[in-house]
């Protein structure tokens, strides 16, 4: 039996058809994709400025400005006067 032109006809428009669905599907997946890819770069740059904040406030509190008077204020510490101060020699690498 020959395939009519009316069923060749129905048949690449099947076959068409399948093609788009296909395209569109990975398109659709695509522009998912692409936008939690946004989404993760905007958190991530987030979290960067985060991160960034909190390794300064790390820093500041590091610092001797900071440190000195709460030590002087709560444990009562003073900074060593010149008399106060002892330096001791290192040990020559022969000695241990």
């Known amino acids: 039996m020959a395939i009519r032109g009316r069923h060749w006809v129905a048949g690449w428009l099947l076959a ?6 296909i395209v569109y ?3 659709t997946a695509a522009i998912r994709a692409a936008r ?3 989404e993760l770069r905007e958190r ?12 300064r ?3 500041t509190a590091q610092s001797r400005a ?24 290192a040990p020559s690498g022969a000695e241990h």
């Open 16 to 21: 068409f058809l399948a093609a788009t669905w």
């Open 25 to 27: 599907a990975r398109q």
């Open 36 to 38: 939690a890819l946004g």
């Open 44 to 55: 991530r740059a987030t979290l960067e400025g985060r991160r960034s904040a909190l390794e």
């Open 57 to 59: 406030r790390i820093r």
């Open 66 to 89: 900071v440190l000195v008077p709460r030590a002087q204020a709560r444990l009562g510490l003073h900074l060593p006067s010149d008399s106060e101060m002892v330096l001791l020699p």
